[in-house]
Nanobody, 116 residues
Framework: QVQLVESGGGLVQPGGSLRLSCAVSGSVFSINVMAWSRQAPGNQRELVAAITSGGSTNYADSVKGRFTISRDNAKNTVYLQMNTLKPEDTAVYYC??????????WGQGTQVTVSL
């Protein structure tokens, strides 16, 4: 059974930083794309950042210059470094992975709250 385990969420003050991680476990051979999405109360879920197996990245305009997505293919892990956090970044952040010949899987979500 494929499982995505997220960590790193929590409460942080505006201007602070957090690093989220997501490790994919199970019988996984190749992960094509890994991504982070978020959903704030009353909002639709939106793509925050994505990274391909080759290292190409894409970011939402709202986080460009502040967030960095990276991956460690040997560990089947994706990271999201979040700097200069703003209250509007508050949301549940979800990791997902498109696994070759298997499908797309999602993590359980981790709460990020940016507040004084």
């Amino acid at each position: 059974q494929v499982q995505l385990v997220e960590s790193g969420g929590g409460l942080v003050q505006p201007g602070g930083s957090l690093r989220l991680s997501c490790a994919v476990s199970g019988s996984v051979f190749s992960i094509n794309v890994m991504a982070w999405s978020r959903q704030a109360p009353g909002n639709q879920r939106e793509l925050v950042a994505a990274i391909t197996s080759g290292g190409s990245t894409n970011y939402a305009d709202s986080v460009k210059g502040r967030f960095t997505i990276s991956r460690d293919n040997a560990k089947n892990t994706v990271y999201l470094q979040m700097n200069t956090l703003k209250p509007e970044d508050t949301a549940v952040y979800y990791c997902n992975a498109a696994i070759r010949r298997m499908g797309t899987y999602w993590g359980q979500g981790t709460q990020v709250t940016v507040s004084l």
